[in-house]
């Protein structure tokens, strides 16, 4: 007898990526990846091996925190972060509200021209490297983008440094402006998928304080594989997807 069950969600509408961060050197010599933030979403860092570290810029100033292998680093929305690698960084990233940062939750640093004008940021952002693109035009691309974001983060980073906070507030307001647009997509995808996480939890404990475990009937275990067996070129490193999981 077949039995058909509801699938779970994975645990608390999160999503996993394996990330191994760049080692390609900047202008300022570190290595690492395109600073950015992301404007609904936490994110954490679990170093999986290796060494770097997270530069960060808030409305507290700019800070800078050291990585090594069991660290585990997170940041709210807002917080301007660059992570760079300097020694094999290999990071398992947990973001918050999965498929948010898919839907384009995150801004990249490019210069405050480029920010204040989405058809040149969505140009900028734009992973292009033309029709079926060997690897070595990819890396040249996002190398390309990488570098254009670190512009609009040194400027950026000096003026946290200085205490001027012009600049941050500008960026901030720049980087709400490109993705109000896509809002209402995004509040769908909340009510669909993640937001019902929390009311079914809730649910669960109401039955369970009346002794009641119906929800049990739909116990079971799920896997997924990656979403490509190779990893693909992301905005911080060399990125492995995992997606909702499925029966196993």
Not at 106 to 131: M, N, Q, S, W
Not at 163 to 189: C, K, Y
Not at 195 to 209: I, K, M, N, S, V
Request: net charge negative.
């Amino acid at each position: 007898m077949t039995v058909t069950r509801q699938v779970a969600a994975f645990p608390g509408a999160v999503a996993l990526t394996r990330l191994g961060v760049y080692d390609w050197e900047a202008a300022d010599g570190a290595c690492g990846g395109s600073p950015h933030l992301h404007t609904a979403s936490t994110e954490a860092y679990l170093v999986l091996g290796g060494t770097g570290r997270v530069e960060s810029i808030t409305a507290s100033g700019y800070e800078s925190y050291g990585l090594a292998p069991n660290d585990l680093l997170w940041f709210s929305p807002g917080t301007i972060h660059r992570i760079i690698n300097t020694g094999g960084l290999d990071i398992l990233a947990i973001m918050q509200n999965g498929g948010l940062p898919e839907a384009g939750d995150a801004v990249l640093t490019f210069e405050a021209d480029i920010v204040a004008d989405p058809e040149r940021y969505a140009r900028a952002a734009k992973l292009d490297a033309g029709p079926n693109p060997a690897p070595d035009a990819l890396a040249s691309a996002a190398l390309t983008r990488r570098d254009a974001a670190l512009a609009g983060y040194h400027r950026l980073k000096e003026a946290a440094q200085a205490g001027d906070f012009a600049a941050v507030e500008r960026f901030h307001r720049d980087a709400v402006r490109l993705i109000q647009h896509r809002v209402p997509g995004w509040q769908e995808l909340w009510n669909g998928r993640i937001a019902p996480e929390a009311a079914r939890t809730g649910q669960w404990l109401a039955d369970l304080a009346e002794g009641k475990y119906g929800h049990f009937k739909d116990a079971g275990v799920c896997r997924t594989a990656p979403a490509a067996q190779e990893r693909i070129f992301g905005m911080c490193g060399m990125l492995q997807k995992w997606y909702s999981a499925g029966p196993a």
